[in-house]
T-cell receptor, first 115, second 112 residues
Framework: DAGVIQSPRHEVTEMGQEVTLRCKPI?????LFWYRQTMMRGLELLIY????????DSGMPEDRFSAKMPNASFSTLKIQPSEPRDSAVYFC?????????????FGPGTRLTVL | KQEVTQIPAALSVPEGENLVLNCSFT??????LQWFRQDPGKGLTSLLL?????REQTSGRLNASLDKSSGRSTLYIAASQPGDSATYLC???????????FGQGTTLQVKP
């Protein structure tokens, strides 16, 4: 199994631009999570999906952030417009049934820099 | 609100030493506790998962314990090796929110 796949691995953009991060979960996993990691705040859950449906998006910082999961093998996290304070490493993780109560498998992350 | 604290923030030990990493949490309403390893520029690798009904889990040279009533977990690493150098993160699965709450991590350096 290839594990959780994220792309791109690194993204550098200018303030105001749209950024789209992509994630392919492990096949057969019903839960998908998006996290953000910064030095100041550590790892924070942004949103998670169960069977492609968003369950909890209370961690999404503001309306500039949106996430979709059009099918079981693909999810996107979009930031529009991007701001320098969005600079962070964004991780995607997936899990089998029982979601957060089961082991989560993390992707390698996307390091986002907004200038 | 669940808060997870890891002490120390950084640790440097000589190769071969046994060591203990600490994790504490404020709310005992947890489903499980996970220890992760993160290498620089990489994602997180799950090391051990302890369900709330369990007291400990072991994998190779790693042993994790859980004391839910006191809000504490420890990760014991035996006979440390330079390859163990990484950041170790503890995360609790909150029964109230259904989310994983992470500590800030302990960065371990094992010197040859």
């Amino acid at each position: 199994d290839a594990g959780v796949i994220q792309s791109p691995r690194h993204e550098v953009t200018e303030m105001g631009q749209e950024v789209t991060l992509r994630c392919k979960p492990i096949s057969g996993h019903d839960y998908l999570f998006w996290y953000r990691q910064t030095m100041m705040r550590g790892l924070e859950l942004l949103i998670y999906f169960n069977n492609n449906v968003p369950i909890d998006d209370s961690g999404m910082p503001e309306d500039r952030f949106s996430a979709k999961m059009p099918n079981a093998s693909f999810s996107t996290l979009k930031i529009q417009p991007s701001e320098p304070r969005d600079s962070a490493v964004y991780f995607c993780a997936s899990s089998t049934d029982r979601g957060v109560y089961n082991e989560q498998f993390f992707g390698p992350g996307t390091r986002l820099t907004v200038l | 609100k669940q808060e997870v604290t890891q002490i120390p923030a950084a640790l440097s030990v000589p190769e071969g030493e046994n060591l203990v990493l600490n994790c504490s949490f404020t709310d005992s309403a947890i489903y499980n506790l996970q220890w992760f390893r993160q290498d620089p520029g990489k994602g997180l690798t799950s090391l051990l998962l302890i369900q709330s009904s369990q007291r400990e889990q072991t994998s190779g040279r790693l042993n994790a314990s859980l004391d839910k009533s006191s809000g504490r977990s420890t990760l014991y690493i035996a006979a440390s090796q330079p390859g163990d150098s990484a950041t170790y993160l503890c995360a609790v699965g909150s029964s109230n929110t259904g989310k994983l709450i992470f500590g800030q991590g302990t960065t371990l350096q094992v010197k040859p």
